[in-house]
T-cell receptor, first 117, second 115 residues
Framework: DTAVSQTPKYLVTQMGNDKSIKCEQNLGHDTMYWYKQDSKKFLKIMFSYNNKELIINETVPNRFSPKSPDKAHLNLHINSLELGDSAVYFC????????????????FGPGTRLTVT | AQKVTQAQTEISVVEKEDVTLDCVYETRDTTYYLFWYKQPPSGELVFLIRRNSFDEQNEISGRYSWNFQKSTSSFNFTITASQVVDSAVYFC????????????FGAGTQVVVTP
């Protein structure tokens, strides 16, 4: 019973390609996130959705487009992949609500290691 | 600007030694939350603890303990009697009041426990 799952776990692709990473959570949470972990292990938020609505959109190239078909799913599509996109991408979910925005602990998926060659 | 500072890049200890990981944060919000996450070599991120800004009580969970001091903006983490399985990268993170839970992570501290 995986709480937050991501597919694929590994993704190797060439520069210029378009790829997607899928995320699903079965925790019943309303809020989901995408984080990027670079080669130095630094973690930075990219996007967040609450009930299918985009609520956080950090300074991310517009080649990255998140999509939330329902509150249990948050996918990440990347166009025209570049070498610098190589990283581990983590999806997370949280019970965060509008009235308690900061409080919910986030549960992370296993990560997707993207390698762009 | 970095809001969470973990000054220790790597700490190496021998099994059964205690290890303390430092975390200093910066915020102007009066309501905020602090977190610690563990990332073992397998790569997943494991939630360890959440502490809100109004609760300065220290917490102990097994061999883990946390010391939250608002006066010094610190939220330090101690592993007592370390074990090889504690080898991991540990991240401190801050979520500010009206941020939709946006976690701002420190750079992480690599803990290496040798037998």
């Amino acid at each position: 019973d995986t709480a937050v799952s991501q597919t694929p776990k590994y993704l190797v692709t060439q520069m210029g390609n378009d790829k997607s990473i899928k995320c699903e959570q079965n925790l019943g949470h309303d809020t989901m996130y995408w984080y990027k972990q670079d080669s130095k292990k630094f973690l930075k938020i990219m996007f967040s959705y609450n009930n299918k609505e985009l609520i956080i959109n950090e300074t991310v190239p517009n080649r990255f487009s998140p999509k939330s078909p329902d509150k249990a799913h948050l996918n990440l599509h990347i166009n025209s992949l570049e070498l610098g996109d190589s990283a581990v991408y983590f999806c997370a979910s949280s019970p965060t609500t509008p009235s308690e925005q900061a409080s919910g602990e986030q549960y992370f998926g296993p990560g997707t290691r993207l390698t762009v060659t | 600007a970095q809001k969470v500072t973990q000054a220790q890049t790597e700490i190496s200890v021998v099994e059964k030694e205690d290890v303390t990981l430092d975390c200093v944060y910066e915020t102007r919000d009066t309501t905020y939350y602090l977190f610690w996450y563990k990332q073992p070599p397998s790569g997943e991120l494991v939630f360890l603890i959440r502490r809100n800004s109004f609760d300065e009580q220290n917490e102990i969970s097994g061999r883990y303990s946390w010391n939250f001091q608002k006066s010094t903006s610190s939220f330090n983490f101690t592993i007592t009697a370390s074990q090889v399985v504690d080898s991991a990268v540990y991240f401190c993170a801050l979520s500010e009041g009206v941020s939709w839970g946006k976690l701002q992570f420190g750079a992480g501290t690599q803990v290496v426990v040798t037998p």
